[in-house]
Nanobody
């Protein structure tokens, strides 16, 4: 059983930065950050294949967000820079030990463990 606990959300002005953290217990193969804004579907933001460290980003955050993992601390991070109002959403940490084949690692349906979420609000 994998448990995920997010922290680090908050309110920031456009152009600012935040770092989200996700404390992980249990083994995983894929981990990632997803977000869901009111009235919108949950979407993948950034994911990592824990074995090799290969990362994947949505086009909307590429170049602004960085996903990283600290194996010694069992923690997943999302560094978010140059934040925009459209980044406002509930952010979720997710994980799976299943293989992801013939499918994008950014698709939420590929993940079966989820944290409770942390709110990020960016004001203009």
């Amino acid at each position: 059983q994998v448990q995920l606990v997010e922290s680090g959300g908050g309110s920031v002005q456009a152009g600012g930065s935040l770092r989200l953290s996700c404390a992980v217990s249990g083994g995983t193969r894929w981990m990632g950050w997803f977000r869901q804004a009111p009235g919108k579907e949950r979407e993948g933001v950034a994911t990592v294949f824990t074995g090799t460290g290969s990362t994947f980003y949505s086009d909307s955050v590429k170049g602004r967000f960085t996903i990283s993992q600290d194996n010694a601390k069992n923690t997943l991070y999302l560094q978010m820079n140059s934040l925009k109002p459209e980044d406002t959403a509930m952010y979720y940490c997710a994980a799976t030990y299943f293989k992801i084949q013939n499918s994008s690692p950014l698709l939420p349906r590929n993940y079966n463990y989820w944290g409770q979420g942390t709110q990020v609000t960016v004001s203009s």
